[in-house]
């Protein structure tokens, strides 16, 4: 019975789930479904995409006397950047007990099985579309203050709780990418991620309940404050950003996401001070938040334009923001009397749009997308590099039977976020 319970689960896993999953996933967001994705570059056996870079264009050009000479010929000059892959995964486990039940309730395991893949593959979706704006170091949330003792409250800010789920396994460090914990001073602190503290109720946009992995009150734990909160081990192993790819080391001072001084100085192996092309353009009010304007909006359209040499196209040109943002732009064209467009985007998505002279640029909403900002993507130079579509393990499949748990993965094979140009 076991041998064939597992061919016949097997068997329904790629051939009723594949599909829709597939779709699922690659239209998981907006933002996930606009970018471009590129497996063609990714090679090798380390898996990486190497990605050319124009530092400068040709300058072999330039007025001359009537049979004068030319111009010297010249070249582009590049840079490579080499995007190394990041892993992500799923899992669904069955139990043994479970398995034997389909002998008496097919229907009933099938549901089972239906049931978890769903939760699985919906986990793995927002997960994914989360990794699309935060670090490469993966940080959620940053603790604001010590707590723990007799009190399973956690406070935190930069951004809060946004981009946490109840019921997550977490972690915390005081640094973002090496080094261990301090002793009695990191949430799941010497625990394994099976036994790890875990995300309770979320009680607003800055706190929520710490628990055990068994659902009870995480209150025996202790942290420090300014600790870096992660998914449970994935740490440093998560796709670059937007947040680290649109980001400018050289105005940290002045300009910092949240206020953490974490853009990165070096950027796929390449320094940004070395090579300031890879400086994104950020119009920023110095750590303080400001009224939305048209003015604004068309500054920063007009500074992407001038940056990247493009004359007056704007429709490669993406607007990606939070909901809060999206409504101050509407309330900004509605106390005016205009019109909002609505566009129809690939994928069954909708979005309103700005225009820019001839051109509508989309202007969609992403719960993921970082507070009080506004993301100005033009889709020609990023793209998301992996080695190909999402699929499963399949050597995993004959781990299942009928006397112990099994466990089946579902891969998001290796993808990365990476700038184009």
Same mark, same amino acid.
């Given at each position: 019975m076991a041998g064939q319970t597992v061919s016949l689960l097997g068997g329904a896993l790629k051939r009723d789930y594949h599909g829709p999953i597939m779709d699922q996933l690659n239209n998981l967001s907006p933002t996930y479904r606009l970018l471009s994705k590129n497996e063609e570059d990714v090679s @090798?056996? !380390?898996? %990486?995409?190497?990605?050319? /870079? %124009? =530092?400068?264009?040709?300058?072999? /050009?330039?007025?001359?006397?009537?049979?004068? +000479?030319? +111009?010297?010929?010249?070249?582009v000059t590049t840079i490579q950047l080499a995007i190394p892959l990041m892993y992500n995964y799923g899992a669904v486990? *069955?139990?043994g007990q479970a398995i034997k039940a389909s002998r008496k309730n097919a $229907?009933?395991?099938? %549901?089972?099985? &239906?049931m978890e893949i769903k939760s699985m593959v919906e986990g793995m979706k927002i997960d994914t579309n989360r990794q699309l704006?935060?670090?490469?170091? @993966?940080?959620?949330?940053?603790?604001?203050? =010590?707590?723990?003792?007799? #009190?399973? =409250?956690?406070?935190? !800010? %930069?951004?809060? =709780?946004?981009?946490?789920?109840? @019921?997550? +396994? /977490?972690?915390?460090?005081?640094d973002t990418t090496t080094g261990a914990a301090v002793s009695d001073e990191g949430i799941s602190e010497g625990l394994t991620e099976a036994t790890a503290h875990q995300v309770g109720g979320i009680t607003d946009s800055t706190t929520f309940e710490l628990e055990t992995y068994a659902g009870s009150s995480g209150s025996a734990e202790k942290w420090? $404050? #300014?600790?870096?909160? *992660?998914?449970?081990?994935?740490?440093?192993?998560?796709?670059? @950003?937007?947040?680290d790819i649109i980001d400018n080391y050289s105005i940290q001072g002045t300009s910092s996401w949240f206020g953490l001084g974490l853009g990165l100085q070096t950027i796929h192996g390449k320094s940004r001070s070395t090579y300031p092309i890879l400086e994104a353009n950020v119009l920023h009010g110095s750590n $303080?938040?400001? &009224?939305?304007t048209e003015q604004l909006i068309q500054d920063t359209l007009d500074t992407v334009e001038k940056a990247s040499g493009k004359n007056g196209d704007n429709k490669s040109m993406l607007i990606v923001t939070s909901y809060g943002v999206r409504k101050m732009y509407i309330d900004l064209l509605q106390a005016d009397r205009r019109y909002v467009k609505p566009l129809d985007l690939v994928g069954g998505w909708k979005a309103i749009a700005y225009q820019a002279g001839n051109d509508y640029i989309p202007l969609i909403v992403d719960k993921h997308c970082v507070p009080n900002t506004m993301f100005f993507l033009d889709r020609r130079f990023l793209a998301i590099y992996r080695a190909s579509n999402f699929d499963w393990i399949n050597d995993n499949l004959s781990s299942i039977n009928t006397s112990e748990n099994g466990e089946n993965l579902f891969e998001t094979i290796p993808c990365q976020l990476a700038q184009a140009a």
């Open positions: @090798g056996e !380390d898996l %990486k995409a190497y990605v050319p /870079i %124009k =530092t400068r264009r040709n300058q072999a /050009i330039g007025a001359r006397a009537e049979n004068g +000479p030319l +111009p010297t010929a010249r070249n486990a *069955f139990s $229907t009933a395991f099938a %549901k089972v099985v &239906d704006f935060s670090p490469a170091s @993966g940080f959620l949330c940053m603790t604001h203050g =010590t707590g723990g003792g007799a #009190d399973a =409250t956690v406070t935190v !800010d %930069k951004p809060g =709780t946004q981009w946490l789920e109840e @019921g997550m +396994p /977490i972690e915390s460090f005081p420090a $404050t #300014d600790q870096y909160v *992660f998914r449970y081990g994935a740490r440093g192993y998560e796709m670059n @950003g937007l947040m $303080t938040n400001r &009224d939305l």
